[in-house]
C-alpha cells in the first residue's frame, strides 16, 4: 500500500511540472524530416515557449494557439515563444497579428496590422531582408529605433555595419512639407520627419542629412521616427550606393519594388535536417 501511495505522489508531482512547464503552445508539421529541440521528427511535433525548430531539405509549418502561422524554409534554424520567434538561420514566412514579432541579427520585424503575411530572411553579408505580401511590418532596431515601415510589394534589406551610436543617422532622400511638418522620403516612400533646421529651400529636391533619429509618441497615439538634422546638402551622399536609403546606427537600410522571396513549401524531401 505504502509503495503505491508512493507512486502516486510521483506521477502527481510529475504532471504537476509538466503542467507548469511545459504548456503546449502550437504544433509543427512537415513533409520531410525536421529537429524539433535536437530530435529528429517526422510528420507532427507539439511545440513549447522556447522550442528549437531546424529543418533540412523540407519546409515546416507552425501554428501557434492565437492563429499565428509560421513556415520555415528548407535550411533554417529558430527558437520558438508564445509571442516572437528567433530566426538563427535561413527564412520564415509568418502570419500574425501585431502582438508576434520576428527577431532576426538584432532587428524586431513586427505587423503593424491585423492580417500581416510577410518573409523574414537572414542573407550572407550580415544583412536582414524583410518582403511583405498583405498588410505592413516595422522593422526597429534594438534600441527601439524604427528603421523602415514596409508595405505590400515592396522589400527591405538591412545591412550591418561598423559599429555606431545607436541614434546615428545619414540618409539621401526627398524633402517634401505636409501639415506643417518637414519629411525626407526615399523612392520606396520610407519616411521621417526632419526637425532642427529650416527646410523650406530644400522642398521638392533630393538631398543628403546627417543627424540623430527617435520614436516620438503622435498626438494619436502612435509613433513616428523624427530626424534631428545636423547638416543637409543637395545632391547625393557620397560612398553611399543607389541601393541605400539611409544609414540608422551602424545598419544600412535599402529597399526595392518586388518580392524577390518566398518559402518553398512542396518540399517532401525526407533527407535528415542539419545538425
Not at 505504502?2 to 502527481?12: D, E, F, H, I, S
Not at 543617422?169 to 519616411?191: A, I, P, Q, R, W
Request: proline share 3%.
Amino acid at each position: 500500500m505504502l509503495k503505491k501511495l508512493q507512486v502516486v505522489a510521483v506521477l502527481m508531482c510529475m504532471l504537476s511540472y509538466s503542467a507548469a512547464g511545459t504548456v503546449s503552445i502550437g504544433t509543427a508539421s512537415a513533409r520531410g524530416d525536421m529537429r524539433v529541440d535536437s530530435y529528429m521528427v517526422k510528420g507532427n511535433a507539439t511545440l513549447f515557449d522556447g522550442s528549437v525548430v531546424e529543418t533540412g531539405q523540407a519546409s515546416a509549418n507552425l501554428r501557434l494557439d492565437k492563429g499565428t502561422q509560421i513556415t520555415m524554409s528548407t535550411a533554417s534554424r529558430g527558437t520558438l515563444y508564445r509571442d516572437h520567434l528567433v530566426l538563427q538561420r535561413g527564412e520564415s514566412e509568418m502570419a500574425a497579428s501585431p502582438s508576434f514579432k520576428v527577431e532576426a541579427n538584432g532587428l524586431r520585424v513586427t505587423p503593424t496590422e491585423p492580417n500581416s503575411r510577410g518573409v523574414v530572411s537572414l542573407l550572407a553579408g550580415n544583412t536582414v531582408e524583410v518582403a511583405v505580401l498583405n498588410g505592413s511590418f516595422g522593422v526597429t532596431n534594438d534600441h527601439g529605433v524604427l528603421l523602415a515601415s514596409v508595405r505590400p510589394g515592396r522589400t527591405a534589406s538591412f545591412a550591418m555595419q561598423a559599429s555606431a551610436t545607436p541614434t546615428s543617422f545619414s540618409g539621401v532622400g526627398m524633402v517634401s512639407y505636409e501639415d506643417g511638418h518637414y519629411y525626407l522620403t526615399d523612392n520606396t516612400n520610407l519616411k521621417f520627419e526632419l526637425t532642427g533646421k529650416d527646410f523650406k529651400n530644400y522642398v521638392g529636391t533630393k538631398v543628403v542629412v546627417s543627424g540623430t533619429v527617435q520614436t516620438v509618441t503622435t498626438p494619436t497615439g502612435g509613433t513616428a521616427t523624427v530626424i534631428t538634422v545636423s547638416s543637409i546638402a543637395i545632391n547625393a551622399a557620397v560612398g553611399m550606393s543607389a541601393t541605400t536609403a539611409w544609414i540608422i546606427g551602424g545598419i544600412a537600410v535599402g529597399g526595392g519594388v518586388g518580392l524577390g522571396v518566398g518559402v518553398y513549401e512542396a518540399n517532401q524531401s525526407s533527407t535528415p535536417a542539419s545538425r
